[in-house]
């Protein structure tokens, strides 16, 4: 899961599904399909991919799978973020094309954390008695 | 030819080393300098010097084949024909009178090999690190159309992604967890991020590196990345006018981490830097380029008036070997 990768089309079938929380491959082409200009076999091909990928559940009525997400966004996207995070801890941060507001991988020290926070409070009481 | 080239690429190659020795042994003098500078320009001559032993290396190679382009250029008399045949030349225009390598063919192609292997490694790293990042991105697309992207998620997260077109990602997490003022020093820290090109001059700086010793390279990508974070401070210190609701937002962000994840991670240093940066006053401001631009001018001037001397002072020396 930490390497999960997602193309254009694959996050716009789990957007469909997560709006119609389940379908089958015709309806999913018949929202996704005229406006990207892409086949039912394409639309089928990327359910079956995000089926592998635990991404959708799948129950078979008749001759046809009916697809339905595995998980909601809040959850794919906290396993989204947990993978490309964990490789910052990994690596020393150096190999990965981001900045972040601040290094969430870095060890927490309370001790420093706190005397950083009597230190910004002392200032800004400073700063006001000033103004005042 | 490829004996010319050979031995255009080991001098490059020879330049280059030396280079990157003479920066680790400059470095903690050089290092002391560079942190009274403002941050702007600080990132700038890091990056420089990040490049520095590519660099030096190509400018030796350009320094050997001026005299042969002044000459093609009209500019120059044929100097290698006025000197006679007492010995060898490094002339692009008579290949001939050039030393001969032995095997120089198949050295050249193992060298370019290795070359184009350690690039297509490297890119790959590069590519499958920012893999997990295109995937969040993707996902975050659908939820607002601007270069910043929210993400709806608890967790914290605030971060600039992407080479050439960056887009900021925030979690909605972060910044229900933060006061107005600090949501607003986030959101402007990581645009002044995303308007800098900073993932782009961290990974170029990555790039760069690979010339340098372990010990340079990494104190040179860890103060470079000091650098753009103080940079983005500042920037969002200036935008919302308060300098401490930067350092507040820092520290909040700081508390929401995780525990501890495993690997080395950075120590608290950059943080505590990065805040006590904002307890003093605001730095002067000046030219980012400032320094940059004056140093690479000048390596240019010196390569061409030493050119001549650098020239024939190898051919002397070729003609010993």
Redesign the interface.
Known sequence: M???????LE?AV??DLWGAGADHAKAVHGRLGGRRGISLNTIQSTLERLYRKGLLERTKEGHAYTYAPAME??R???R??E???????????????????????????EA??DR??A??AR??SR?SEGRG | MASLVLILAAIGLVVAAATAGLSHLARPAVMGRLVALPEGQRANLLLLWAWLPPLAGLLAVAAVLVPSLLTAAGLMADHCLLHGTHHSHLCLLHPGTTPTVPAAGPLLALMAGLLAGGAAWKGRQLARAGRSWRTLRRVAAWERGDRTRILESGRPVAATVGLLRPTVLVSRGLLERLDPPQARAVCAHEAAHRRRRDPLRLALARAGTALHLPGTRRALYGALALAVERAADEAAARSVGDRLAVAEALLAAARMRPAAAPGPGFCEAPLEARIQALLADAPAQGSPWRGAGSALAGLTVAVLALSPQFHHGLETLLGHI
């Not at chain 1, 930490?2 to 254009?8: I, Q």
């Not at chain 1, 490309?84 to 991988?105: E, H, W």
């Open positions: 930490a390497d999960l990768r997602l193309g254009d996050v789990l957007e966004r809040e794919l996207l906290a989204l973020i993978g490309a995070t964990a490789p910052v801890a990994g690596s020393d941060g150096a190999d990965t094309l981001l900045t972040a507001f601040v290094d969430f991988a870095a060890e927490q020290d420093a954390l950083l926070e230190l910004i200032k800004r700063d």
